[in-house]
């Protein structure tokens, strides 16, 4: 069983390793927080580096290839009356091949480096609870039970 959660970070910690396993939580949070001690493994999802981030954040992954279009992040301009229809476009998008291609490289990255542990999608947003990263989430979420 999959968890899906959005919690705020604090603190420090990393994942152990075990190709067998898949990540058992899934969370959202912004790039901009501290390491949480909860994070395990660290996963940015935005296609540009989050304006005013110093690039010395700790990382496991960047995937630029799953973040939503262009055109599907003016339309949505993080309007929460539009998040769900966003939802389900974003979705459309991730069906493309190389979204599924980018998809399927995040779940095995996720696989080898979570061991059954949490994973963290981080996002720019000042909402990650609405943002692109809390789809992917779901997705990934979904793609694991």
Do not use: K
């Amino acid at each position: 069983m999959v968890a899906l959660v959005w919690v705020p970070v604090a603190g420090g910690g990393r994942a152990t390793q075990n190709a067998l396993m898949r990540p058992s939580v899934v969370r959202v949070a912004r790039l901009a927080d501290p390491v949480g001690a909860a994070d395990g493994v660290r996963v940015l999802v935005e296609r540009f580096w989050p304006r005013g981030v110093g690039r010395t954040v700790v990382l496991d992954g960047w995937y630029r290839g799953l973040a939503p279009s262009d055109s599907l992040l003016t339309w949505y301009g993080h309007d929460p009356e539009r998040f769900g229809e966003f939802g389900e476009r974003y979705r459309g998008e991730l069906r493309l091949v190389d979204r599924v291609a980018a998809l399927g490289r995040l779940r095995l990255r996720l696989r080898v480096l979570a061991g059954g542990g949490v994973v963290t999608l981080l996002t720019g947003s000042g909402s990650p609870g609405i943002s692109s990263a809390a789809v992917l989430a779901e997705v990934v979420a979904e793609l694991s039970d």
